[in-house]
């Protein structure tokens, strides 16, 4: 089992910055590829970026990629989402999910492969 919780969530104007944390406990934290995945209101959630387990190999959404950067401490069993130039389309409730599952494996990106997920924390941009 793998126990997650978010934070760093909240209120920001577009073009703001804002990092969101995941701490992790229970099972080897390093032993898991990492994901972050979004739900805005009537929508499916939808993979955002992805970690290897030592954090040498990411993967990003083309939405985001080269304003959100995914890094992790396995010292400190967290996961971060550094999101800049935030844009209200990229409001929603962000999820941080582990799996077992590799980077390599192309399947990091699909919600169904990651067995643990925290609850959630709400990023709201407003325009």
């Known amino acids: 089992q793998v126990q997650l919780v978010e934070s760093g969530g909240g209120l920001v104007q577009a073009g703001d910055s804002l990092r969101l944390s995941c701490a992790a406990s229970g099972r080897s934290f390093a032993a898991n590829t990492m994901g972050w995945f979004r739900q805005a209101p009537g929508m499916q959630r939808e993979f955002v970026g992805a970690t290897s387990r030592i954090g040498l190999s990411t993967r990003y959404a083309d939405s985001v990629k080269g304003r959100f950067t995914i890094s992790r401490d396995n010292t400190k069993n967290t996961v971060y989402l550094q999101m800049n130039s935030l844009k209200p389309e990229d409001t929603a409730v962000y999820y941080c999910?582990?799996?077992?599952?590799?980077?390599?494996?192309?399947?990091?990106?699909?919600?169904?492969?990651?067995?643990?997920w925290g609850p959630g924390t709400q990023v709201t941009v407003s325009s």
């Open positions: 999910a582990a799996t077992t599952v590799t980077i390599d494996s192309g399947r990091y990106y699909s919600a169904s492969e990651y067995p643990y």
